[in-house]
């Protein structure tokens, strides 16, 4: 699979945006990612979900099937997590699903990627869910790239949604961004790239309405960096933001943000440090309406993938971490309340399954998210299965969930 992201190096393979990400094995210092519900499947995991309420939630990801990456759908209702078929593009069966966002269980859309052959270029793919079943609903590319991925979507209505990611030609590759109107069109818009930048990409994307939103990314600068970036998309145009350097540390790359108001949004990501072993660390930054600030700054070898704010001062950053001395890592959840960060107790998966990684969460309140991601036996390859916690305001438990 071709995406612009995938020119960097496997050692940035925890920082690269969702876009970037490719199905592989059980993570050893590095988090893999695939997914499963049929039959004969293996290696499955959830990318990412988005929850309307305690009762409704929808995940997305990937498994392994005789050579090739079906894309996984599973839906929570009824207290119970249900497998729902994905239909796959006739040229084009690969996909990757990087993200979902539902404004009602009834109206999700997903994005992501797809592609032909092994290492073929990949195409834009979104499907959008009525309540019963998946249709794809495609963006095409920009003229004149040969491939496209979409990184982030967010639909704060049933009316509304915005898409994110990148396109290119070669090794070069720039932002995108959609908008999805009434479920039935798209419209590309342009979008601001940072400059001076060899490449752009926008992998993470929060609306507060239809019309507030915060997209940040990634640039590469001239001297082949990997830079930060955020975009602010108000009343229909964007706004390019500044966000801090993080000191002591040689790159910064966002993973998702949330918004709980038209004011405040947090993105959270991972950054690299300059010494000699280049440890990777969490990090979060917060934007209070006019600047954004750096929030924390995580010990390593950590990394943070998504974040869900239920309240102004209230978020839930997941993501990966190692134990002391660990070779495989561990699923790790955050806590914000505005000032501070706090290590949660996600549950570790008990072995033979005991690496894990989680990979994005929603949160309806305070008292009500769900964080999804996947578990893993550090001793065998491929051997991923997916995982789901829920918090009820006291605690994270494990969900049962369909693997092939």
Same mark, same amino acid.
């Given at each position: 699979m071709t995406v612009?992201?995938m +020119?960097? $190096?496997a050692?940035?393979?925890l920082a690269l945006?969702?876009s970037?990400a490719? #199905?592989s094995t059980g993570?050893r210092?590095?988090?893999?990612? &695939? &997914?499963?519900p049929?039959?004969?499947g293996s290696?499955?995991?959830?990318n990412?979900?988005s929850c309307t309420?305690?009762?409704?939630?929808?995940? !997305?990801?990937?498994?392994?099937?005789? %050579?090739h990456t079906p894309?996984?759908?599973?839906?929570?209702?009824?207290?119970?997590w249900?497998?729902?078929?994905?239909?796959?593009?006739?040229?084009g069966?690969?996909?990757? #699903?990087?993200?979902v966002?539902?404004?009602?269980?009834?109206?999700c859309?997903? +994005?992501?990627?797809?592609w032909?052959? *092994?290492?073929?270029?990949s195409?834009?793919?979104?499907e959008?869910?009525?309540?019963t079943s998946?249709?794809?609903?495609?963006a095409?590319g920009p003229?004149?790239?040969?491939?496209?991925?979409?990184?982030?979507?967010?639909?704060?209505t049933t009316?509304?949604c915005?898409?994110v990611g990148?396109a290119?030609?070669?090794?070069?590759?720039?932002d995108?961004?959609? $908008?999805w $109107?009434n479920?039935?069109t798209?419209?590309r818009?342009?979008?601001?790239s940072?400059?001076?930048a060899r490449?752009s990409?926008l992998g993470?994307?929060?609306?507060?309405?239809s019309?507030?939103?915060m997209?940040?990314?990634?640039y590469?600068?001239? #001297?082949?960096?990997?830079? &930060?970036f955020?975009?602010r998309w108000?009343?229909?145009?964007?706004?390019l933001l500044?966000t801090?350097?993080?000191a002591r540390?040689?790159? #910064? +790359?966002f993973q998702?943000?949330s918004?709980p108001t038209a004011?405040r949004?947090?993105a959270?990501?991972n $950054?690299e440090d300059?010494?000699r072993?280049?440890?990777?660390h969490?990090?979060?930054e917060?934007?209070? %309406?006019?600047?954004w600030?750096l929030?924390?700054?995580r010990?390593?070898?950590?990394g943070?993938?998504g974040?869900?704010c239920?309240?102004?001062n209230h978020?839930?950053?997941?993501g990966?971490?190692f134990? @002391?001395?660990?070779?495989?890592s561990?699923?790790l959840?955050? @806590?914000?309340?505005g000032?501070t960060?706090t290590t *949660?107790?996600?549950? *570790?998966?008990?072995a033979?399954?005991?690496?894990?990684?989680l *990979?994005h !969460?929603?949160? +309806?309140?305070q008292?009500n998210?769900?964080?999804?991601g996947f578990s893993?036996d550090p001793?065998v390859?491929?051997s991923a299965q997916?995982?789901?916690?829920k918090?009820n305001g006291?605690g994270w438990?494990?969900?049962?969930?369909p693997?092939p």
């Amino acid at each position: 699979m071709t995406v612009g992201s995938m +020119v960097s $190096t496997a050692l940035l393979a925890l920082a690269l945006p969702a876009s970037a990400a490719t #199905a592989s094995t059980g993570p050893r210092l590095a988090p893999a990612g &695939a &997914a499963s519900p049929m039959v004969g499947g293996s290696n499955d995991s959830f990318n990412s979900d988005s929850c309307t309420s305690n009762a409704f939630c929808m995940a !997305v990801g990937n498994y392994s099937l005789n %050579g090739h990456t079906p894309a996984l759908s599973e839906m929570f209702s009824g207290g119970n997590w249900v497998a729902e078929p994905v239909p796959s593009p006739s040229h084009g069966g690969n996909i990757f #699903a990087n993200e979902v966002s539902c404004a009602s269980p009834a109206s999700c859309l997903f +994005v992501g990627t797809h592609w032909a052959r *092994q290492n073929g270029p990949s195409a834009n793919l979104a499907e959008a869910w009525n309540g019963t079943s998946w249709r794809i609903v495609t963006a095409a590319g920009p003229a004149g790239t040969t491939f496209s991925s979409l990184g982030d979507v967010a639909c704060p209505t049933t009316r509304f949604c915005l898409a994110v990611g990148t396109a290119g030609r070669g090794r070069n590759y720039q932002d995108t961004a959609y $908008t999805w $109107t009434n479920g039935t069109t798209w419209r590309r818009i342009s979008v601001p790239s940072p400059r001076p930048a060899r490449n752009s990409e926008l992998g993470g994307l929060a609306c507060f309405d239809s019309k507030n939103c915060m997209a940040v990314g990634n640039y590469t600068s001239t #001297a082949g960096h990997f830079v &930060a970036f955020a975009a602010r998309w108000h009343d229909g145009r964007w706004k390019l933001l500044t966000t801090p350097a993080v000191a002591r540390q040689q790159f #910064a +790359v966002f993973q998702g943000v949330s918004c709980p108001t038209a004011t405040r949004c947090v993105a959270v990501g991972n $950054t690299e440090d300059n010494t000699r072993t280049k440890f990777l660390h969490a990090f979060a930054e917060t934007w209070n %309406g006019s600047k954004w600030h750096l929030s924390t700054l995580r010990r390593s070898p950590s990394g943070f993938l998504g974040v869900s704010c239920p309240a102004r001062n209230h978020c839930f950053a997941a993501g990966y971490t190692f134990s @002391a001395g660990g070779t495989f890592s561990l699923p790790l959840i955050e @806590a914000w309340n505005g000032r501070t960060w706090t290590t *949660q107790h996600p549950v *570790q998966t008990p072995a033979p399954n005991s690496g894990g990684d989680l *990979q994005h !969460v929603s949160c +309806v309140t305070q008292n009500n998210c769900e964080a999804v991601g996947f578990s893993f036996d550090p001793s065998v390859s491929n051997s991923a299965q997916t995982l789901a916690e829920k918090w009820n305001g006291h605690g994270w438990t494990v969900q049962a969930t369909p693997n092939p």
